[in-house]
């Protein structure tokens, strides 16, 4: 969220600690957090391996939390908003099959392009730290 104590991201930058933000932030929220139980981020997991088979695309990390998922992609002939669209709908679709009618994601997402093996590395790392 914006403004937690871990730092946030917006737009490709990240930020600070600003309480004030985050507090603002939560009062704005409409609906509580959907808190994914290990069965579920197992789910989708799987909805989204399965959506990258489709896409062709290879998943060099991925890290799915309790509140959000992390991965290192590479780059196919689809943009990237597109496939993030897609591999939200395969997620939403799974966890709905199991009965969670809910909303899931929030609007939007953060992308960061890698222009080098050493920024590759780096993404990999940060993403394998929060499996």
């Known amino acids: ?6 730092g946030y991201v917006k737009d490709g930058e990240v ?9 603002a932030n939560k009062k704005m929220q409409k609906d509580k957090r959907f ?3 290990k069965e579920n981020r197992e789910l989708v997991r799987r909805a ?3 959506e990258a088979g489709r896409l062709g695309q290879e998943i060099q990390a991925m890290a799915i939390s309790t509140t ?8 196919i ?3 990237i908003e597109t496939a993030v669209a897609r591999y939200k709908r395969a997620a939403t ?21 890698c222009f080098d093996k050493k ?6 790392k940060y993403v394998e730290r929060h499996k």
């Open 15 to 23: 930020h600070g600690v600003r309480a004030g933000l985050k507090e």
């Open 1 to 6: 969220m914006q403004g937690s104590k871990r």
């Open 93 to 113: 679709k799974a966890l709905r099959s199991k009965g969670i009618t809910r909303k899931v994601w929030t609007k939007g997402y953060d992308k960061r392009f």
């Open 119 to 124: 920024a590759l590395r780096e993404r990999v």
């Open 77 to 79: 002939d689809e943009l």
């Open 35 to 37: 808190i994914m139980t």
């Open 68 to 75: 959000h998922v992390h991965m290192v992609v590479d780059v």
């Open 48 to 50: 989204i391996l399965e």
